[in-house]
């Protein structure tokens, strides 16, 4: 019993760091029919510059954690933002180059970040009560799970009072649905192409700073691992579907865990069957749009 | 007559590497209901897409004398340019009420307006758009056009797939409204384009081959015949129901009106 | 007629020179620093000729899925890495075989040729179910599993992140040794030309031309009365087939295969590559193999040079970095070179053409 409760929560924590990147993926895919290859840049970026700032500051103290989570989200947003601005906005209904521009940038950025940082992990320190476990029904939790969860969840709230209480969100959602009816109702729709990059830039460097808290280092590879995770959830969940990058973040973790710890490791394997599957009996995901 | 408001010359718009829209000229005159009148898949939609720039295209396409051909889709309709595309288009993830917000450009949009001609809507207002009858949605299409005070509406076969009753009450609201904005209208159902029509264009084949006032064509019944493939509405009352010409024939059509031309 | 008879001599005597010339410069000593790292009978530049005739093939391969047929996957480099990894552990396997070394080694080649045909057939038909993004998104899960079941290492048979080192015990003598290099140079040529071939034949059969139709607008095939499900999958089949041959060349070359060659990274160079060669030109996925992995090679070796080292950081980590230059240009040549390098020429020529006469749109077929 302790085992499926540590192995759920863990699940939950890693689902939290997947929804992090994979709701701004989700919404940028079904505003802009784009894949973003680059949003793993943006958590790793967010990451590094949240590390430097904070452990300048006051490293491993809640101060410094917060601090750093702060600038991990202004400049994932900052860098996403820019990178629609001034590569993504030229390319202009064209997706394959456009999804083409993501992946040069995937490659330069994290290129650019192990020249500056190597190659190597670097260990991050953290709060102390992050270290230690707490008890839940005989299972022993590390702490750090539960802020995973906690943050994962603002997030998610955040998002959605954005999307459902502000023009700029009914526009999104609207865009989602149908983006050449937007702009026949006179509404300048890549403004709003600029705003969902930034949304998701900041979600994503903020889960930077979590997935270095989350595995105990820093590395110019933690955004590219993730982020085939994060598309496989996206994909899952439906493209464009938030809910369904939420609840598919959830379910691709937990399904990892169990599988690595009872299947003998085999927890990405079972994911990427679980992805065959669903395409091959749902092919618009959980909760995604019937038409493709 | 005065200026037109909308005046196109010499349109060309390709859609997937083909050309559905080929050197159309016309204009819509500053008042009344001018119909785009053609058989299924001559270009109607294609041409009012290629004047909003929602579909490649090239051309000289003037609003009120200002040349728009040249703009992005939403500044065209910022300009005064009320759209309600075919097939209705309404957001269905959201609530009446958000895709009307959606559509509110103006400082002080027309509510009260919108709320009398369709009544049904305000008891609606938070249901999702998806969930509501077609009728329904065709006023939520309607009603996104209203809301703002329009130079020149552009309206696609408001009536397709409705049931007669609610028919009347679409060619009502639009009969009320026609007389304080012009409107370019797209109409399969000859009895609507009798009620409405001042004035006609027709398409085949992607080229304007007809236009005039619409009781004179109207009337000529071999004409109609010729060009639509239906007999005028007083002869065949439901010809346009649903599905008007036989596909076969269309081609046929088309070459003898370019010998014409 | 004539003209294009005469184009067509022209064609296969130019490829002919090409090919003869690449043959012989094992015999040259052709020396061009800074492109070359040594004269062009050394080993170690043949080794890199070699390896980038290699990652050509295997790029003209992807060029046939993605250029051709429209068809964006994210998973070529599982059947490379099938081609690689297959053969090895063939080859381990019938390593205390009796039977004569020539048996063992063709017949290693035709089970793993096998195999990958075996293996994309599979995959294709499963992920051509679903189009346009969830294709991408199934050949990436597909490959993925593939990376991982590699790195995994089951049953001790793919060296998991070690790699895998080639068994040399029924491997031909003259391709084994550094001295043997210019035999393996050869043989990479063969390669490449025999995927040449094949590509050019695929492309000019019917089914290429319905594949290149279907890219432009489905529609039209459908309405043609074909079904577009076989056709693709053919060329999805042909490509993973032609990607294991090459993945065996790479073997051979390098005595081993790493887990590298099974990740979604590797397919996204393979993109880079074929898109800065020029996705509309069969030339251009090899002109990109060839100028990738050389910009690549030697990038690698000024970021290691004294020169660099001596610059201020600003400048010093982006140009230490390969990957960062060649990212960078990836971009630039998608923002503003849309036909890739080998568009170049074309490009030069309507611009000079487009004053007298609209350019008429040239479809490659
Ligand atoms: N998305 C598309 N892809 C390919 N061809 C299209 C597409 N949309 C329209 N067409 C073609 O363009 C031509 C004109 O279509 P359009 O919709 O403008 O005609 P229409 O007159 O509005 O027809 P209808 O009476 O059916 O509404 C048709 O031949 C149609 O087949
Ligand atoms: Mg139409």
Do not use: C
Not at chain 1, 59 to 79: K, N, P
Not at chain 2, 46 to 59: E, Q, W
Not at chain 3, 291 to 314: F, H, K, M, N, W
């Amino acid at each position: 019993m302790s085992t499926v409760i540590l192995l759920l929560v863990t699940g939950l924590g890693l689902g939290a760091l997947y929804f992090l990147v994979a709701s701004g993926l989700s919404l940028i895919y079904g505003l802009m029919h784009v894949l973003n290859f680059a949003h793993g840049v943006f958590l790793t970026i967010g990451a590094f510059l949240g590390w430097e700032v904070g452990r300048r500051v006051s490293d491993g103290t809640w101060g410094g954690l917060l601090l750093s989570m702060l600038v991990g989200v202004v400049v994932g947003a900052i860098v996403a933002a820019l990178t629609e601005y001034l590569l993504i906005r030229r390319l202009y209904e064209r997706h394959i180059e456009q999804v083409l521009v993501t992946v040069g940038l995937a490659l330069a950025g994290v290129a650019l970040m192990e020249g500056i940082w190597g190659t190597d992990p670097i260990y991050t320190a953290k709060p102390a009560w992050l270290t230690e476990t707490t008890e839940i029904l005989g299972a022993r939790i590390p702490n750090d799970r539960f802020l995973l969860i906690g943050i994962a969840v603002l997030v998610l709230l955040g998002i959605v009072l954005f999307l459902r209480g502000t023009r700029y969100g009914l526009i999104i959602r609207a865009g989602v649905e149908n983006r050449h009816m937007v702009t026949a109702l006179g509404i300048d729709v890549r403004r709003s192409f600029t705003l969902v990059f930034a949304i998701g830039g900041a979600a994503a460097g903020l889960g930077g700073v979590l997935a270095s808290v989350y595995y105990g280092y820093v590395s110019a590879h933690l955004g590219s691992s993730l982020l085939i995770f994060a598309f496989i959830v996206t994909v899952i969940g439906g493209l464009g579907s938030l809910a369904g990058a939420a609840i598919a973040s959830v379910l691709v973790a937990v399904l990892q865990q169990f599988a690595n710890f009872y299947l003998g490791g085999t927890g990405d394997l079972a994911v990427v069957l679980a992805l065959a599957a669903v395409l091959l009996i749902r092919p618009s995901g959980l909760m995604g749009k019937a038409a493709a | 007559m005065s200026e037109p408001i909308l005046a196109v010359s010499g349109l060309h718009a390709r859609i997937a590497g083909q050309q559905v829209v080929e050197d159309v000229s016309f204009t819509v005159p500053s008042s009344g209901v001018t119909a785009l009148l053609g058989r299924n898949g001559v270009g109607k939609t294609s041409t009012i897409k290629a004047v909003l720039g929602l579909i490649d295209r090239t051309g000289d396409v003037r609003l009120a004398g200002d040349r728009v051909d040249r703009l992005p889709t939403h500044r065209i309709v910022q300009r005064g340019v009320g759209y309600v595309p075919e097939d209705r288009e309404v957001f269905a993830g959201l609530t009446v009420a958000e895709n009307l917000r959606l559509a509110e450009r103006d400082a002080e949009p027309r509510r009260e307006l919108v709320e009398r001609l369709f009544p049904d809507l305000v008891q609606r207002k938070a249901q999702r758009a998806g969930t509501l009858s077609g009728g329904q949605q065709q006023m939520v299409s309607l009603a996104r056009a209203l809301l703002n005070d329009n130079r020149v509406l552009l309206v696609d076969e408001p009536t397709k797939g409705l049931a007669p009753k609610i028919v009347g009450e679409v060619a009502e609201a639009l009969e009320a409204v026609a007389d304080t904005v012009p409107i370019l209208l797209v109409e399969q159902n000859l009895h609507v384009v009798r009620q409405l029509a001042t004035d006609v264009v027709v398409l085949s084949g992607g080229r304007v081959v007809h236009t005039g006032g619409a009781a004179e064509f109207l009337d000529d019944d071999d004409l109609v015949h010729r060009l639509l493939g239906v007999h005028g509405d007083h002869a065949e009352s439901d010809a346009s129901e649903g599905a008007p010409a036989p596909e076969a024939s269309a081609t046929t059509d088309t070459t003898t009106e370019e010998g014409r031309a | 007629m004539t003209t294009t008879n005469r184009r067509r001599i022209a064609w296969i005597a130019g490829s002919a020179a090409i090919i003869v010339l690449a043959a012989i410069l094992p015999l040259l000593a052709i020396e061009i620093p800074g492109v070359f790292p040594g004269p062009t009978y050394t080993p170690g530049t043949l080794q890199l000729l070699a390896y980038a005739m290699l990652i050509a093939a295997l790029a003209l391969s992807y060029r046939l899925l993605f250029g051709l047929a429209g068809m964006l996957s994210f998973g070529h480099a599982l059947f490379f890495a099938a081609g690689a990894y297959g053969l090895g552990v063939v080859l381990e396997w019938f390593a205390p075989s009796e039977l004569p070394s020539e048996v063992v080694f063709i017949g290693a080649i035709l089970i793993t040729l096998v195999f990958g045909i075996v293996l994309s057939l599979t995959v294709g038909s499963l992920a051509l179910r679903v189009g346009g993004i969830s294709f991408a998104m199934v050949t990436l899960a597909f490959a993925q599993a593939g990376s991982v079941l590699i790195r995994r290492n089951p049953g001790g048979a793919t060296g998991g992140e070690e790699g895998l080192a080639l068994d040399i015990t029924h491997v031909p003598e003259g391709f084994i040794g550094v001295m043997n290099t210019r035999n393996l140079y050869w043989f990479a040529l063969g390669v490449l030309v025999f995927v040449y071939l094949v590509v050019l034949w695929v492309e000019r059969s019917r089914a290429g031309h319905v594949a290149a139709a279907g890219r432009e607008n489905e529609l039209r095939v459908r309405v043609l009365g074909v079904r577009p499900y076989p056709v693709k999958l053919l060329v999805f089949t042909v490509a993973g087939a032609l990607a294991a041959v090459a993945g065996m060349g790479y073997l051979l070359l390098q005595s081993g295969a790493a887990p590298r060659v099974a990740t979604a990274d590797f397919t996204l160079t393979l993109l880079v590559i074929v898109v800065l060669g020029g996705v509309g030109y069969r030339w251009g996925a090899i002109i990109g193999g060839l100028i990738y992995t050389l910009l690549d090679q030697r990038l690698t070796a000024l970021a290691g040079s004294e020169a660099i080292a001596a610059l201020p950081d600003v400048l010093r980590i982006p140009l230490s970095e390969p990957l960062f230059i060649l990212g960078t240009l990836f971009i630039l040549v998608v923002m503003f070179l849309p036909g890739g390098i080998a568009g170049i020429p074309q490009r030069l020529r309507t611009h000079r053409r487009s004053t007298a006469l609209e350019s008429k749109e040239t479809v490659d077929a």
